[in-house]
């Protein structure tokens, strides 16, 4: 499975950026996805996450209200809406998936995924 990040890009403090993660092939053992970011020279830290049953949404408290994840189960895509945006949201951004039996939920760790996206970046100008 791969997973192709795209809509990353410049923007304004306060603008907004809509990325999305298409996996390359079906599979329903995705059972959750998410994204994770990493700043310039910082960690990657998670951001977001859904299940792919039902629904079920984290976010990290520094994107709660301003950041949205949603996803289409029928084209195997995962989308991050991102409102308000702020300079220190400035990051590569990746999209993760979990494929397993088992969700680990509330997957909100790194070593939680097994596959990754590219990553995407996102810089957020004052």
């Not at 791969?2 to 950026?17: F, H, T």
């Not at 997957?107 to 957020?124: A, I, M, P």
């Amino acid at each position: 499975v791969q997973l192709q990040a795209s809509g990353g890009g410049l923007v304004q403090a306060g603008g907004s950026l809509r990325l999305s993660c298409a996996a390359s092939e079906r599979t329903f053992n995705i059972i959750v996805m998410g994204w994770f970011r990493q700043p310039p020279g910082k960690e990657r830290e998670f951001v977001a996450n859904i299940r792919r049953s039902g629904g079920t949404t984290n976010y990290a408290e520094s994107v709660k209200g301003r950041f949205t994840i949603s996803r289409d189960n029928a084209n195997n895509t995962v989308y991050l809406q991102m409102n308000s945006l702020k300079p220190e949201d400035t990051a590569v951004y990746y999209c993760a998936a979990r494929i397993s039996f088992e969700s680990r939920w509330p997957t909100l760790h790194v070593s939680d995924y097994n596959y990754w996206g590219q990553g995407t970046l996102v810089t957020v100008s004052s």
